[in-house]
T-cell receptor
Framework: EPEVTQTPSHQVTQMGQEVILRCVPI?????FYWYRQILGQKVEFLVS????????KSEIFDDQFSVERPDGSNFTLKIRSTKLEDSAMYFC????????????FGDGTRLSIL | AQSVTQLGSHVSVSEGALVLLRCNYS??????LFWYVQYPNQGLQLLLK??????LVKGINGFEAEFKKSETSFHLTKPSAHMSDAAEYFC??????????FGSGTRLLVRP
């Protein structure tokens, strides 16, 4: 069964450094998402992406964050200058459509900011 | 604002016993509801979805959920728990074309 893959599984970065989290969505999916889960808290929506542009973003997704689909298969989340509070598990998801179409999630990247 | 509430952060059952994980939602429109399961060190795996076609929804691994509009609930059940069901379960509701909001999760423990 096709799946969403994320790399790396664990990323350790110094505060203030830039980090890029990578995702390969399911190949026939058109909608892409990033969520995060801070330890002990709920899974939170960050951003959705369709047709090479952001379709919706949360208040968490400020100017420090950006997303890109650099080629036909990858989908990336960049954090420009990391803060301690960015430490979390970041999940990528994709879906074939919206509304009643389920989002399929990757295994996540655990980001640790030192 | 739309929200989803999962009652019970931990549920413990004996192997072979009924599993009941509770989810209540608030939504101003007919909702799209989902249950996901997360095994240790893995991502969120879709168990089942409610999309208004039927109130009783069957999912993978023997799980099912019943949508009750009058109670604004979408509880997850399984008649007989297996050890392999031990995981964290998340209820989610779609609040826009793109965005899911999740409950805080329920960790299911299965005792031998």
């Amino acid at each position: 069964e096709p799946e969403v893959t994320q790399t790396p599984s664990h990323q350790v970065t110094q505060m203030g450094q830039e980090v890029i989290l990578r995702c390969v969505p399911i190949s026939n999916h058109l909608y892409f998402y990033w969520y995060r889960q801070i330890l002990g808290q709920k899974v939170e929506f960050l951003v959705s992406f369709y047709n090479n542009e952001i379709s919706e973003k949360s208040e968490i997704f400020d100017d420090q964050f950006s997303v890109e689909r650099p080629d036909g298969s990858n989908f990336t989340l960049k954090i420009r200058s990391t803060k301690l509070e960015d430490s979390a598990m970041y999940f990528c998801a994709s879906s074939v459509g919206t509304e009643n179409q389920p989002q399929h999630f990757g295994d996540g990247t655990r980001l640790s900011i030192l | 604002a739309q929200s989803v509430t999962q009652l019970g952060s931990h549920v413990s059952v004996s192997e072979g016993a009924l599993v009941l994980l509770r989810c209540n939602y608030s939504s101003s429109v007919p909702p799209y509801l989902f249950w996901y399961v997360q095994y240790p060190n893995q991502g969120l795996q879709l168990l089942l979805k409610y999309t208004s076609a039927a109130t009783l929804v069957k999912g993978i691994n023997g799980f099912e959920a019943e949508f009750k509009k009058s109670e604004t609930s979408f509880h997850l059940t399984k008649p007989s728990a297996h050890m392999s069901d031990a995981a964290e379960y998340f209820c989610a509701v779609r609040v826009s074309s793109y965005k899911l909001i999740f409950g805080s999760g329920t960790r299911l423990l299965v005792r031998p």
